[in-house]
């Protein structure tokens, strides 16, 4: 893991990592939350410890856990509207499973998939089964930081009169899944592969998304989707 050493340096001597579950910060009058989910020791104890010094001045309380089901019990324990940073490859329950495990809380807001595995194939699949965005444990710490708190935060870019004069196009939350996968370069069945339906049902929304898009290749579908803010 290229960034591994620079998480590290957050575990000096003398500074003992947090265990599994601790707040970074204690204020309860603040309402967001980050909670880490991770079974590696060292990613998640020095990540936690980063991240937590990056959100204290932010008011963002800050935990972690090693497990999902240590996880779930975080969150039911403090009534705080969470981010949650999951990794999607943990023993027990598949990744997209506990994504959406996650996702089912009220109290969850965002759930982040973060792994070493291949971004190109995964990110698809975890914002499929429910997740905000994938990250690569191969990106900075600094990289992540600034990921979640722009979701966090809420923040989002002014837009343009350009794109505010866009027009609006009707698709449903699956024909955008599938308009995703498609503008990431998937075939039919692979896209039925991770959205769990068969080819025949991929191909009768890609029919309706170029329908609803007034065009007839998926060229022409994935450059409108860019043009318009589908994407």
Known sequence: MR????????CQPGMRPLASGQNVQKNTM??????IVDDHPVYREALTEKLGADFQPLGVQVTSAASAQDGLDALARQPLRWTVLLDVLMPGL????VIKAFRSQ????????????????????TVSAGAT??????????????K????????SSPMSLQEQAAPSYRLTPRQREVLGLIALGH???????????????VKIHINQI?????????????????KSQLL
């Open 187 to 201: 075939p039919n069945k692979t896209i039925a592969s991770f959205l769990e339906i068969s080819e025949q049902t």
């Open 30 to 35: 603040n309402s967001k939350g980050l909670l």
């Open 210 to 226: 170029f329908k609803e898009l007034r065009v007839f290749n998926r060229t022409q579908a994935v450059l409108k989707a860019q």
């Open 106 to 125: 009220p109290q969850v807001e965002h759930v982040v998939a973060i792994s070493g595995l291949d971004e190109k194939l995964w990110e698809p699949r």
């Open 94 to 97: 598949s990744g997209l499973a």
């Open 3 to 10: 960034h591994a050493v620079e998480l590290l340096a957050y």
């Open 148 to 155: 979640l708190n722009q979701l966090i935060q809420g923040e």
């Open 133 to 146: 965005t994938f990250l690569s444990k191969n990106n900075t710490s600094q990289f992540i930081f600034n």
